[in-house]
């Protein structure tokens, strides 16, 4: 490890000079004058002033080829050291590293693994009682003066012998209030004492997982043989269904065995119920959660074991990345697809690549998971910079199902209808049947869009260019981009008619009225993010699936993925066209991965699965091989194939790289200055171009005024560095806020 520089001006004290690296966003480290005595060691974690003051930072590497020193009169000391583990170097790295790619201040990366400022104090000692030597024996005969009363006898007999006891707990069982044991503890009879606090129950390695088929066996031993071997990332790539789950368990037990902790990234940790109870059952205790709902008290308590190394399992959202495990052996991104894993505010990164970078800094191997890999990943694969494993059947000899379109333009709903016929005789047949079925839209709410029929007036949300959405169930319009809210008018604002608002288009809601309509003896549940609000409402929705309280769901993505309904075997899309609008590069990507995943919901049992799709492109490539699926598994890789040309013709990621600048303020003419500023200045040449400035599709957001930049670089070109430069010669006013992001996924 290198020590820190010791810079000893001659004839000057022999303090040290090093550099502390705060969580907070400034432009880099600063330094400070320590105490040789302190014997500090980057990755320390240490007490420093910072103006009026006091910070946590983290002692940091010295720099390579430093600038113009502060002159040694204006240090100041460092406080002090703080008894946790010291950040480990592959971390510092990570942090660095991370920085330099998001172009954002190593300070606000280095936050997000300082993210529990708590758990740098002293965790507090846990009291318990004692017997004392003082103390009688509760059957000792009382003449009156020992003031033996029958609570205080009970207290000392239940106490006995045994180990301490908290109070609480020891008032408890002796049926006394707690005043009573505090009495005579004033007496000398009980005394407190530290004890250690209870070790909680582990993930148990060694347990026997479920007996693997051959095809999962010989993919959880390639996973399994790369632990310990150092860098590496592995594809398992997997029909919906064939065991993934199961097979990377196997490497996470094998990695438990060896003392190591391993990673598990998920897309949306605060609904995974249905995945933390399969854990739970397979390694005989829970992992540690970790998320944005977790308790204060569970945050400070898993950092710290994280920091220890004694956590073995942590499961968590893409901020789990950021924590400072000093034993990492394994990381595993279940759906490495998924949008949910890029962070679209603070820091922007996307948890995938990052989890993929900590692993090659950590020299452990990454595992990718998905039955829809992304393209990125599988031209990595393709790239053989990554490499796969195959599961091609699903579990059981449950079959794929079978996926049709139905043509809207020749049988469509009903007017004023969303399930055309052939849909509705799809979903009787299968309640008939006594198994469940799934209507998919991917749409909060009652209708996109609510407008007045005297006057066509839009109802549009006040902050934003955007309309609000109906929600009859809070009986409230909502934006869905800034989450304003307002009851619905009676009178339209801009003719003042009475009642003269009509829903225009679907949203879950509506479909959910048509179906209980359609199917009055069916029960109906709509499960959005609006319903499923924490990992309570989850459980209790999944148990409700599991136990045949629901026949017929309505949902958005929430329930489109990962999990397990043994009795669902029709899944019915409503709108599959839906995701295909607008300008998005990955629009066919993502629309292919999200109707195969809800197809994939179905018939995962013994009875099979069918999904319907209405569309009015039934020959778009899309629909074309999700037709083709269930006889044909190849027909992804042809459609990943064709996307890859595509995306390839054009230089669009990943065959070409691309940063968004986003340029948003509340005055639009210091907005538009910036943006054109910009604009001039714009990169170009060496294999970089510019586009825009332009006002982004989401042009006003909470009241802020936007325009987008896109900068498209070759793989070659160092668009980082170019970027840099760009912006460090623009002087931005401080109501306008530049937002960078590099491999943008969202282009509103
Ligand atoms: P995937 O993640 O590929 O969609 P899962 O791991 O969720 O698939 O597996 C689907 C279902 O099959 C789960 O209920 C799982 O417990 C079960 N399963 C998979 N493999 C086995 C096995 N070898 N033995 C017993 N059950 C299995
Ligand atoms: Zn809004």
């Known amino acids: 490890m290198p020590t820190p520089e010791t810079s000893k001006p001659p004839g000057e004290s022999s303090a040290l000079r090093l ?11 600063y330094d400070y004058r320590a105490d040789p005595e302190l014997g500090l060691k980057p990755g320390d974690f240490v007490d420093v002033p910072l103006g009026r003051r006091r910070a946590i930072g983290v002692v940091w590497d010295p720099e390579k080829k430093a600038g113009e020193p502060v002159a040694e009169a204006k240090l100041r000391d460092v406080i002090g050291r703080r008894a946790v583990p010291p950040l480990p170097a592959e971390m510092r790295r990570f942090i660095d590293w991370v920085s330099a790619y998001t172009l954002s201040p190593p300070g606000a990366v280095l936050r997000m693994a300082m993210s529990v400022p708590e758990a740098f104090d002293l965790p507090r000692p846990v009291l318990a009682c004692r017997l004392s030597e003082a103390a009688p024996h509760p059957d000792t005969t009382d003449p009156g003066e020992l003031r033996l009363t029958a609570a205080r006898r009970r207290v000392l007999r239940e106490l006995g012998t045994g180990p301490p006891r908290p109070l609480a707990e020891l008032a408890l069982a002796a049926a006394v209030g707690p005043g009573v044991v505090r009495g005579l503890v004033d007496m000398g009879w009980i005394e407190m004492v530290e004890v250690a606090k209870p070790r909680a129950l582990w993930p148990d390695g060694a347990q026997k997982g479920p007996d693997l088929s051959a095809e999962q066996r010989a993919a959880a031993e390639a996973l399994v043989g790369r632990l310990g071997q150092g860098f590496s990332v592995t ?7 064939s065991g993934k789950t199961e097979v ?47 308790s204060l008290a569970q945050r400070r308590r898993t950092w710290r074991e994280v920091a220890e190394g004694t956590l073995p399992v942590i499961v968590g959202a893409r901020s789990a990345l950021f924590l400072p495990f000093a034993k990492l052996g394994l990381i595993v991104v279940d759906e490495e697809h998924e949008a949910a894993f890029k962070q679209e505010d603070g820091v922007i990164y996307h948890a995938r690549d990052m989890a993929v970078v900590r692993a090659r800094h950590a020299a452990v191997p990454a595992v990718l998971v998905s039955a829809t890999p992304s393209l990125e990943t599988v031209i990595n694969v393709e790239r053989g910079r990554y490499t796969s494993v195959h599961l091609a059947d699903r579990h059981a000899g449950a079959s794929l199902p079978e996926i049709q379109t139905i043509d809207l333009r020749k049988a469509p709903p009903p007017r004023n209808t969303f399930l055309s016929p052939k849909l509705r005789e799809a979903v009787a047949e299968t309640l ?27 109802l549009n949300c006040p902050a934003c260019t955007a309309w609000l959405v109906e929600h009859r169930r809070t009986g409230k319009l909502q934006c869905h981009h800034c989450g304003y809210t307002a009851p619905v008018p009676r009178a339209c604002p801009s003719c003042g008619d009475d009642d003269s608002f009509v829903p225009c288009g679907p949203g879950v809601e509506r479909v959910a009225e048509e179906a209980v309509a359609l ?56 709108d599959a066209d839906l995701g295909l609008a607008g300008g998005d590069l990955r629009a066919a990507e993502r629309t292919y991965q999200l109707l195969h995943q809800v197809a994939g919901r179905a018939g995962r049992a013994e009875r099979p699965g069918r999904a319907l799709l209405q569309t009015y492109m039934p020959e778009h490539p899309v629909m074309q091989a999700l037709v083709a699926l269930s006889r044909a598994p190849e027909a992804r890789d042809r459609f990943l194939q064709t996307e890859a040309e595509e995306r390839r013709r054009h230089g669009w990621p990943p065959f070409g790289r691309l940063a968004a600048i986003v340029v948003a303020g509340p005055d639009v003419a ?3 200055r910036v943006a054109r500023d910009l604009g001039r200045s714009a990169p170009s040449g060496n294999g970089i171009e510019t586009l825009g400035p332009a006002p982004a599709p989401l042009s006003i957001l909470r009241g802020r005024h936007r325009r987008r930049l896109l900068v498209k670089a070759s793989r070659e070109a160092n668009l980082q560095a170019a970027i840099d430069s760009w912006l460090s010669g623009i002087r931005v006013p401080s109501n306008v806020r530049l937002q960078v992001d590099i491999d943008p996924y969202s282009f509103l």
């Open 19 to 29: 550099r502390v690296l705060l969580p907070l966003p400034l432009a880099g480290a």
């Open 235 to 241: 594809l398992v790539d997997g029909v919906t269904g």
């Open 248 to 294: 990377y368990f196997e490497a996470i037990a094998a990695n438990i065995r060896a003392g190591k902790q391993s990673l598990v990234l998920l897309p949306e940790i605060a609904l995974g119920a249905q995945w933390l109870s399969r854990f739970e059952q397979r390694f005989g205790a829970p992992p540690a959660v970790w998320h944005s709902e977790i």
């Open 432 to 458: 008939a049947r006594g198994e469940q079925a799934m209507l998919f839209l991917n749409r909060r709410g009652y209708a996109p869009l609510t407008l007045c029929r005297t006057c066509g007036h839009r």
């Open 519 to 574: 199917f009055p003896q069916a029960r109906t549940a709509i499960v959005t993010s609006d319903t499923m609000t924490g990992p309570r409402a989850a459980e209790d929705f999944l148990s409700r699936m599991a136990g045949s309280e629901i026949d017929l769901l309505v949902g958005t993505q929430i329930v489109a993925k990962g999990h397990h309904f043994p009795r669902l075997t029709l899944v019915g899309v409503v």
């Open 670 to 672: 210091v907005v538009d």
